[in-house]
């Protein structure tokens, strides 16, 4: 059960770094994330408290018992912190190696890169360092279907997975060499899954098709109907991870979801957190990354759906966020946007106080 914040909790740091641990523990992290990290999971108020009565992030670290995240002048420089660090990223996100360098931009690491080129010798040598595979093979070895076969058999079988991924999802994992071997030596991914013996489905490409797979598939409905209320990119991408080989691309599917939906004629807008449960349901069968990319846009529906009843009533609309964030599924959810909404009622203005002792 989550407990109100009283006024006057947070100028005690002492409350601070209860609060800090408890979103370490939550989250399974490893240290306090950074502020942009804890104001998209909803920790705004800690974030303000952080800033305004602890000293700011490097202070508060002190209290936490961490080291600064600031690192040393030079300890990208050693060869011994980078591999540390690059077995800490293949263990946080998965990885059985060391993703190609667009992957580690886009994970934020490029600080990681710059160091792997300018001191230790390239992503070639500081692979062998990491005592991974050579990613260089003998000429002609990606020509073998055989090999081929068994390379994609064992991405299948290392990642859990129940069937080869897409092209540019095989490439995101760090098997490029094999999506590019699929489609210049095997004859396309189409051909090359009927040689893994995988069923194949053919695409979704009119609207009464799609149509026809919501009906039948109760978690691809909830997810759809969220671009209802204008989340359609959002809800496109989840559904294309989630069967990346049912759909078409992002932009065909993203103009004929909105069309679907109205042929359904059943409307879950606006969305409740009742809504979110029968989404929770399915979320143990989901990957990790789909499952946080679910609950990230839950978080800001539901977020975005109680902006105006809270403009309107805060103290009321707090007590009826706080009611699901009692127990059941939804109960992280609906403490995440609780406590957006409790950082957002505490807000000091300047010259007028605090947002809930306005008396408006």
Not at 12 to 40: C, M, Y
Not at 318 to 341: M, N, T
Request: charged content about 25%.
């Amino acid at each position: 059960m989550k407990e109100q914040i009283k006024i006057g909790y947070w100028p005690n740091i002492d409350n601070g770094v209860t609060e800090a641990r408890k979103i370490i523990k939550k989250h399974r992290f490893k240290t306090l994330p950074a502020a942009k990290v804890l104001q998209d999971l909803g920790y705004s108020a800690l974030c303000g408290a952080i800033a305004r009565y602890y000293g700011g992030f490097h202070n508060f670290r002190k209290h936490l018992g961490e080291p600064p995240q600031r690192l040393e002048q030079g300890t990208l420089k050693n060869l011994e912190y980078c591999v540390h660090q690059s077995r800490e990223i293949m263990q946080k996100h998965d990885f059985k190696r060391l993703p190609r360098h667009e992957v580690l931009i886009k994970l934020g690491y490029s600080s990681l890169i710059n160091a792997i080129h300018s001191y230790h010798g390239g992503f070639y040598n500081f692979r062998k360092i990491l005592g991974e595979e050579e990613k260089r093979r003998k000429l002609g070895t990606w020509k073998d279907h055989s090999y081929g076969l068994q390379q994609a058999q064992k991405v299948i079988a290392e990642h859990g997975l129940s069937s080869l991924p897409n092209d540019e999802k095989l490439r995101e994992m760090g098997y490029g060499a094999l999506a590019k071997a699929i489609t210049v030596h095997y004859g396309g991914f189409r051909e090359f899954r009927a040689l893994l013996g995988e069923v194949q489905k053919r695409r979704i490409r009119s609207t009464k098709g799609i149509q026809q797979f919501l009906n039948k598939n109760q978690l691809a409905k909830s997810i759809a109907f969220l671009a209802a209320g204008g989340y359609v990119g959002d809800a496109t991408q989840i559904l294309l991870k989630l069967w990346p080989d049912r759909f078409p691309s992002a932009v065909e599917l993203a103009r004929s979801l909105p069309g679907a939906i109205q042929r359904i004629g059943y409307s879950m807008i606006p969305f409740k957190f009742s809504s979110c449960e029968k989404i929770y349901e399915e979320l143990p069968s989901i990957t990790p990354e789909v499952k946080q990319n679910i609950e990230d846009l839950l978080y800001r529906v539901m977020r975005d759906q109680y902006q105006q009843p809270f403009n309107k009533n805060p103290q009321g609309t707090l007590q009826e966020i706080k009611s699901f964030a009692d127990e059941g599924k939804i109960q992280s959810l609906a403490e995440r946007v609780l406590d957006y909404y409790e950082s957002v009622y505490e807000f000091e203005i300047p010259g007028f106080g605090m947002m809930g002792c306005s008396g408006k």
